[in-house]
């Protein structure tokens, strides 16, 4: 009992945090409805900024402010990456969402710290990529990961029944030590998605695939760095980046929607809620 306590005590204290503070949470945002002055502006906007911030682990809150974007009335956006990258699935759900919504109008993509893995994959098909010149650009790699806890439950007297069809079922089990079959197959399915990772960067990038060691491999890159092996477009800053979206939406006078303090409080704190607990199970990852 006190094997499985410790063996789920992760999960437990998470939901427990999650528990303990959803009031404060509800207080919090109540305050900020009263007090926080309103950071509306009565022009409607023609410009907006979406922010993918912390790992990726969900896709649901971009895509709604992707979505958003699609409004006839906004004429340019900016995309600023701030993320270590995360899980495949979601990171490609807004990499297409971005390429449909740059077939409507101009995307920039920022790196304000970091884009890499995940997080630069869902942002190879802006019109242009600007980097902070600190920023750390790459790592374009795919990773699974997984524990042999075969010892610990020997130790406490724990023994697992399994009954399964199939030569690759428990493929990526806790309990025991991957046998040589179910590495090669995992092995296939790490491969399968580096190729497609790689692809996919190098023709939205106009890169040669077939020099993928000099941009892919893994490499984490200073963003001058970066810009040479051609994941970088240009050097800037925020404000500099906003500037270019400015310029090629043709905005005179920019309106810039943002998200309002309480999108970003909620947003904040799902994020880091289900960065937590995905951060447990979730085995492949470009991060």
Request: hydrophobic share 45%; net charge neutral; no cysteine.
């Amino acid at each position: 009992m006190n094997f499985l306590k410790t063996l789920f005590s992760p999960i437990t204290g998470l939901l427990g945090f999650i528990q303990n503070y959803f009031k404060s949470l509800i207080f919090l945002l109540i305050l900020f409805l009263i007090f926080s002055k309103s950071d509306a502006d009565l022009r409607p906007s023609n410009l907006m900024e979406i922010h993918l911030k912390g790992p990726i682990f969900d896709s649901a809150l971009v895509l709604e402010r992707i979505e958003e974007a699609e409004e006839k009335n906004i004429k340019g956006v900016l995309f600023v990456v701030d993320s270590p990258g995360g899980a495949v699935p979601p990171s490609i759900e807004i990499a297409e969402a971005i390429k449909r919504l740059k077939e409507q109008k101009p995307v920039i993509a920022y790196a304000a710290g970091t884009m890499a893995s995940g997080s630069y994959y869902a942002s190879i098909y802006a019109d242009k990529i600007i980097a902070n010149r600190g920023a750390m650009i790459g790592s374009i790699g795919v990773i699974m990961q997984g524990y042999n806890i075969e010892e610990i439950m020997g130790k406490v007297g724990v023994k697992e029944q399994t009954i399964s069809k199939g030569t690759y079922k428990q493929m990526g089990t806790m309990t025991r030590e991957w046998n040589v079959d179910e590495k090669a197959e995992l092995n296939r399915l790490i491969g399968d998605t580096y190729t497609m990772f790689v692809t996919d960067v190098a023709k939205a990038r106009g890169l040669d695939e077939n020099n993928s060691k000099a941009f892919a491999d893994a490499h984490v890159f200073s963003a001058s760095r970066a810009m040479g092996v051609g994941l970088v477009d240009s050097l800037g800053t925020l404000y500099s980046a906003k500037k270019e979206v400015e310029a090629v939406a043709k905005v005179t006078v920019p309106v810039w929607k943002s998200e309002s303090k309480v999108d970003k409080l909620l947003h904040r704190v799902v994020g880091d809620a289900s960065s937590q607990i995905f951060s447990l199970f979730s085995g492949l990852k470009a991060y």
